[in-house]
């Protein structure tokens, strides 16, 4: 369980882009931004969100990258539409971090926590016990639990997935159910 009341502009929010910011496209990548669409509420959570937690970054794996199935620049495509769609709505993204790495073991591939790490190195106030990971697969949840923080999980592609399990804080059915959740605490 995570106590809500104490979390303030000290903290950090790591999010996971593919099915919990933007559709996801099950057994494929999202190669460019033709196949890029948020999900329904996510720009408005991330607003509500910024107002709460001090930094907001994404933490994304794009194996499609390293497998030569979409170039960098489509993956900068992608999160330049992506930075500019929140922006929009009055949101913003820190910074987005991402691994285009095949080998599993990848220190920066989630669950590995590379990710968090390289964060941290950007952002020296960041205290990984002090931030929270929300994600729609037990890869991240593993990856919160590597870096020393909390996990959220949103059901949004694997409500399949049980719950409570050790590596899951909270379980949400998505984005933005969670913001409105942590928003009427932090009223």
């Given amino acids: 369980m995570i106590d809500f009341s104490l979390i303030d502009r000290s903290w950090t929010l790591f999010l996971d882009r593919d099915g919990v910011i933007n559709r996801d496209k099950e057994g494929d990548y999202i190669r460019n931004t033709g196949e890029f669409f948020l999900l329904e509420g996510s720009d408005r959570a991330i607003k509500m969100l910024n107002e709460i937690f001090g930094i907001t970054v994404i933490v994304t794996n794009q194996k499609g990258v390293g497998k030569g199935l979409m170039t960098i620049e489509d993956l900068q495509g992608i999160h330049t539409l992506l930075i500019e769609q929140v922006s929009r709505n009055g949101g913003k993204i820190d910074k987005i971090y991402f691994s285009s790495d095949l080998d599993n073991n990848s220190p920066n591939r989630?669950?590995?926590?590379?990710?968090?790490?390289?964060?941290?190195n950007d952002f020296p106030e960041i205290d990984l016990s002090k931030s929270i990971i929300v994600g729609n697969r037990l890869s991240d949840m593993e990856f919160g639990r590597n870096a020393g923080m909390y996990t959220i999980f949103v059901a949004t592609t694997h409500p399949e997935t049980p719950f409570p399990h050790p590596l899951i804080?909270?379980?949400?059915?998505?984005?933005?159910?969670?913001?409105?959740?942590?928003?009427?605490?932090?009223l």
């Avoid at 909270?170 to 928003?183: G, T, V, Y």
């Fill in 110 to 120: 989630k669950p590995n926590s590379g990710m968090a790490l390289m964060a941290k």
């Fill in 169 to 186: 804080d909270e379980r949400f059915d998505s984005l933005i159910a969670f913001a409105e959740k942590i928003a009427l605490i932090k």
